[in-house]
């Protein structure tokens, strides 16, 4: 049985990430309208990872007999002045949520939950090259700066992302937890 304090987190954590697709849906948005292509479709790939970043929570919750209470997202739709401020804003963004990710490792380990412990160090890592992927993004439209081939060359580029559904979350979306055939 999952404990009721890392329960309560988990839940909060579910809204993180379905907050971080949420921005990213809205850059993915602005990127298309300012005419480039490819960066909308990195973004609509980080969408769906953010998705499955909160289905882990939601999946982890389930399987160990907790309840997923669903929570009102904060409204995080905007716009931005160029490339580079979006992707310094995901950058900022990450940052946060690595904060939150490390603050509910200290959270299991003081519950002892090993678990929850296990789930997590799985994202501890993924924050690693999240925060990674989008400052080195950042860093080479700043390099770049306003010479449109640069930034045409760049763009190319990242429109070569593409998602593939981890299968332990594909199992999850066919079969659910497994629990009640
Ligand atoms: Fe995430
Ligand atoms: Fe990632």
Redesign the pocket.
């Known amino acids: 049985m999952i404990p009721k304090k890392i329960e309560e987190a988990f839940n909060r954590q579910i809204k993180h990430e379905l907050e971080s697709a949420y921005l990213y849906l809205s850059m993915a948005a602005y990127f298309d309208e300012a005419g480039f292509p490819g960066m909308a479709r990195w973004m609509r790939a980080?969408v769906q990872?953010e998705l499955t970043h909160a289905m882990r929570f939601f999946k982890h919750i389930l399987e160990r007999g907790g309840e997923v209470k669903l929570q009102p997202l904060s409204v995080l739709g905007e716009k931005w002045d160029s490339p580079q401020a979006a992707f310094e804003a995901a950058y900022e963004h990450e940052k946060f949520i690595t904060g939150t990710i490390h603050e509910l490792v200290k959270l299991a380990q003081n519950e002892g939950d090993f678990a929850s412990n296990s789930l997590l160090q799985w994202f501890v890592d993924?924050q690693i090259?999240?925060e990674e992927?989008t400052l080195k993004i950042a860093q080479d439209l700043k390099l770049v700066g306003g010479d449109g081939r640069g930034i045409l060359m760049l763009d190319r580029e990242l429109g070569q992302r593409t998602f593939v559904l981890p299968p332990e979350l594909a199992a999850f979306y066919a079969q659910g937890t497994g629990a009640n055939p």
């Open positions: 980080q990872e993924e090259e999240e992927s």
